[in-house]
């Protein structure tokens, strides 16, 4: 069985600049999450969806930052445009039941906005 | 928030040993989770432990969970170098992590 990916596994671009994120959750999964981790600091919540919808999208940074889930299936993050510190290892993540049970994490984008 | 402040932030040891990490949160739970990273990885989920359970083993892990306290431990037994890892603890719905455990295993 796959488990989660994302794509690209780094990415450098200038400030200024658009970034698309990809993850693809594990096949039956409805829920699927998102997570930064900035240097040095905590793994922080950005948002959380079921299927296609946002279930919780309270951790999102702010308007640079844009979430979808085409069909409940594969998820993009963009980030127009980017900012320095935006910076950061994207995670996704994803469950079968949602709340109070075990992630399955991808590998992180590592993001570098220069 | 519930949020998980791992103890020590970076422990370092020799093979065989056994190696434990602390973790605090601040509000009542369901559950605690924890996490390994290795170095340019994502998580990886080792074991949950419920707020009616006070300790859970899994494998050379051992969890225990005091919740008047608030606090969670995690012992990793007869440690290997390839144990070196980061490891958080984390609890909520939405997973709230701390900065984590930097675990370095020498051989």
């Known amino acids: 069985e796959a488990g989660v990916t994302q794509f690209p596994s780094h990415s450098v671009i200038e400030k200024g600049q658009t970034v698309t994120l990809r993850c693809d959750p594990i096949?039956?999964?409805?829920?699927l999450y998102w997570y930064r981790r900035v240097m040095g600091k905590e793994i922080k919540f950005l948002l959380h969806?079921?299927?296609?919808?946002?279930?919780?999208e309270s951790g999102m940074p702010n308007n640079r930052f844009l979430a979808e889930r085409t069909g409940g299936t594969y998820s993009t993050l963009k980030v127009q445009p980017a900012e320095l510190e935006d910076s950061g290892v994207y995670f996704c993540?994803?469950?079968?039941?949602?709340?109070?049970?075990?992630?399955?994490f991808g590998s992180g984008t590592q993001l570098s906005v220069l | 928030s519930q949020q998980g402040e791992e103890d020590p932030q970076a422990l370092s040891i020799q093979e065989g040993e056994n190696a434990t990490m602390n973790c605090s949160y601040k509000t009542s739970i369901n559950n605690l989770q924890w996490y390994r990273q290795n170095s340019g990885r994502g998580l990886v989920h080792l074991i949950l432990i419920r707020s009616n359970e006070r300790e859970k083993h899994s494998g050379r892990l051992r969890v225990t969970l005091d919740t008047s306290k608030k606090s969670s431990s995690l012992l990793i037994t007869a440690s290997r170098a390839a144990d070196t890892a980061s490891y958080f603890c984390a609890t909520g719905g939405k997973l709230v992590f701390g900065k984590g455990t930097k675990l370095t295993v020498n051989p």
């Open positions: 993540a994803s469950s079968q039941r949602g709340y109070n049970e075990k992630l399955f």
């Open positions: 969806f079921v299927k296609e919808s946002k279930q919780d």
């Open positions: 096949s039956g999964h409805d829920n």
